[in-house]
């Protein structure tokens, strides 16, 4: 991504890497389930994009504890990418307020390659849109003995969101 952004009067110059969801295709806001959209771009040939889903009904899902299965996503290492065939993501810690501090993924690429990594959240957005409740973050991850950017995307049907967030001010 490259650009220039004015903020109050300041120029700031971007030339960075970034990712955008590109996906086509019905969106079922009410019955989707939670999940994350994590990725992290260390260079042009080094980057993994991923998708995690709960695949526990609304009303019985803890979330605090849990590991949601990685359904796909891409792994890119030594220039050569590939689709991910299974993986996991599991929440380390999270803050008081239930917003994401820490996440560990695993994941398997179509060519047995293994990615593992850890983030963390650097910044966190509460954000409404969509019929959804997330928690969207600046994460720096580390994987593969590199550290790099991208983000997580802590996402909720809105209703399982407002609700667990409410049994945390209890």
């Known amino acids: 991504m490259t650009g220039t952004l004015v903020l109050h009067g300041e120029e700031i110059q971007i030339d960075c890497f970034s990712q955008r969801d590109h996906s086509w295709g019905k969106r079922r806001y009410t019955t989707n389930p939670r999940s994350d959209f994590p990725w992290a771009i260390a260079s042009e040939d080094h980057a993994f994009h991923l998708w995690a889903i709960s695949d526990l009904p609304f009303d ?11 359904i796909t996503g891409w792994y890119r290492k030594d220039g050569v ?13 999270r803050g008081d307020d239930g917003r994401p501090l820490s996440v560990r993924l695993e994941a398997t690429d179509e060519l047995g390659r293994e990615l593992h990594a850890v983030g ?25 003995g590199v550290h ?6 802590d996402l909720f049907p809105i209703h399982q969101g407002r609700q667990f967030v409410r049994s945390l001010k209890k």
Do not use: C
């Not at 969509?130 to 593969?144: G, I, P, T, V």
């Not at 790099?148 to 995307?153: H, I, K, L």
């Open 120 to 144: 963390t959240a650097k910044n966190w957005l509460n954000w409404y849109a969509y019929q959804m409740f997330q928690w969207w973050s600046l994460a720096e991850f580390e994987f593969d």
């Open 60 to 70: 019985d899902d803890p979330i605090i504890g849990t590991t949601e299965n990685v």
């Open 148 to 153: 790099a950017y991208g983000e997580m995307q």
């Open 81 to 93: 990418t590939s689709k991910v065939i299974s993986g996991s993501r599991h929440v380390i810690e």
